[in-house]
């Protein structure tokens, strides 16, 4: 079964105090995986995608990157605008092309001044 | 500025009524997804629609309904079959078929049962 899980489920961090999040995943084939960000009450904003090991993205103070069983979130120096729930989500390439994303139950990180 | 409209933000639903959440997109994306959002969990998949007149079952289609008569709008039905309908309902679309463009979401609605 395609199944995918984010840890930790909260992060509190200190102003400009680096870290990561994990989001391990397990798929028969992944065709994609994708992060978002949602704030309490929106809708999530997507972030980045990656298609395959090795690959990596950077936006501003994140940087995604991929390998084969799991993706990490790595948070540079971040700032109290940074607090917010991180999703990762991946598409199975048993999925056809229905578009189907598998959700993680995200990671909640507050990040205090 | 193209986009995904929900309405209502919010909305309260009494036992024993059908409730309609509303999901307009001017994105001209083909695909569209209902997904629901509980504490603690992640988003689970109810319906979700490829083309005009088209759509399938997700993971927790027990208790919805939705229809797909134009293209911009994907309107879902909460029904009185669904015992638990308290939680964050999310519209979402994608281009069809797509390979890395994801989903671009609607601001949600918040429905809860008094």
């Known amino acids: 079964e395609d199944q995918v899980t984010q840890s930790p489920e909260a992060l509190r961090l200190q102003e400009g105090e680096s870290s990561s999040l994990n989001c391990s995943y397990t798929?028969?084939?992944?065709?994609?995986l994708f992060w978002y960000r949602q704030d309490p009450g929106k809708g999530p904003e997507f972030l980045f995608t990656?298609?395959?090991a090795g690959e990596e993205k950077e936006k501003e103070r994140l940087k995604a990157t991929l390998t084969k069983k799991e993706s990490f979130l790595h948070i540079t120096a971040p700032k109290p605008e940074d607090s917010a729930t991180y999703l990762c989500?991946?598409?199975?390439?048993?999925?056809?092309?229905?578009?189907?994303?598998?959700f993680g139950q995200g990671t909640t990180l507050q990040v205090k001044p | 500025d193209g986009g995904i409209t929900q309405s209502p933000k919010y909305l309260f639903r009494k036992e024993g009524q059908n409730v309609t959440l509303s999901c307009e997109q001017n994105l001209n994306h083909d695909a569209m997804y209902w997904y629901r959002q509980d504490p603690g969990q992640g988003l689970r998949l109810i319906y979700y629609s490829q083309i005009v007149n088209d759509f399938q079952k997700g993971d927790i289609a027990e208790g919805y309904s939705v229809s797909r008569e134009k293209k911009e709008s994907f309107p879902l039905t909460v029904t009185s079959a669904q015992k638990n309908p308290t939680a964050f309902y999310l519209c979402a679309s994608s281009i069809r078929g797509s390979r890395g463009f994801g989903y671009t979401f609607g601001s949600g609605t918040r429905l809860t049962v008094v």
């Open positions: 990656l298609y395959s």
């Open positions: 798929v028969s084939g992944l065709r994609g």
């Open positions: 989500a991946v598409q199975a390439k048993g999925s056809g092309n229905t578009g189907k994303l598998i």
